[in-house]
């Protein structure tokens, strides 16, 4: 059988690093930047040879296995493919907010069989490998056994495009009063981790790019959530992320479709 647990291994050892350089860059003011999709989506330097360093090293560790990252680009082929995504939570190293990550994930005909979420800011390591369970430091994780959906806490996002965070905006107020309370962090990865360790109970957004979701939605599986990656709940939108507890999951789910979610 497939042991996934070495990829993690390397995922984690280069996240570690990649996490030292971009802390670095933090901690020396080296915040120059740009903007991508619109001028709120922005991209650092210190996002640029994060992942270039994460790239030198696979390119050593792993020769000749593609790469999809954030920003250089790539595809994901069939057999084994790297998934990078060198800052996620980019707003958030921008303003020196410290929920941030390097997320790491290998995957296999398109789907996660190993992930590394690293938090440069505190040194804390989520990791996952599928069938093997997931972890925070060497702890095993386990997502909330809430079955209330009133009593849940929801992480969210909003995309980049004016419109759609309308719409976005639409749905959260209507949720605002069917669930304990709502969070926006601004990191995907790790409201997935958050979700894998009970700290949200569920977690949905849109548009995320597949570095986005790629690690932290394994390790949310692994810990028990139920998990709909983009393509695969249509009453949510084509491309919309889903992570919940298994006793809140369906409740959520409908919710969030009752309240506009899918009409994006
Ligand atoms: C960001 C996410 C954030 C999401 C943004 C964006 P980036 O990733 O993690 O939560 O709402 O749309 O995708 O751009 O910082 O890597």
């Known amino acids: 059988m497939f042991d996934p647990r070495p990829l993690v291994d390397i995922a984690t050892s280069i996240g570690r690093e990649a996490g030292a350089l971009v802390q670095r860059m933090r901690s020396e003011a080296v915040i120059s930047f740009d903007t991508k999709s619109t001028s709120t989506d922005v991209v650092t330097a210190a996002d640029r040879a994060s992942e270039q360093l994460v790239r030198t090293r696979l390119s050593e560790l792993r020769p000749g296995e593609p790469v999809l990252g954030e920003e250089e680009g790539g595809t994901v082929v069939e057999g084994l493919t790297w998934v990078v995504d060198p800052i996620d939570g980019t707003v958030n190293y921008l303003y020196g907010i410290p929920w941030y990550s390097v997320s790491i994930a290998a995957q296999l005909d398109g789907e996660s069989v190993a992930g590394a979420v690293f938090e440069p800011a505190t040194g804390r390591m989520w990791t996952a490998a599928r069938g093997f369970g997931s972890f925070l430091d060497g702890a095993p994780l386990r997502v909330s056994a809430t079955t209330d959906l009133s009593l ?35 990191a995907a990865s790790l409201d997935l981790c958050s979700v894998a360790a009970g700290r949200l109970d569920a977690y949905a957004e849109h548009a995320l790019g597949r570095w986005d979701w790629a690690a932290g939605g394994l390790i949310a599986a692994e810990a028990g959530a139920v998990v709909r990656l983009p393509g695969s709940s249509p009453e949510l939108g084509e491309d919309a992320t889903f992570a919940a507890s298994p006793g809140i999951a369906d409740a959520m789910y409908g919710a969030l479709a009752e309240c506009g979610f899918g009409k994006v």
């Open 152 to 186: 849940s806490l929801l992480g969210y996002g909003f995309a980049y495009r004016p419109e759609r965070r309308q719409r976005q905006a639409d749905t959260w107020a209507g949720m605002a009063t069917r669930v304990r309370d709502l969070r926006r962090a601004g």
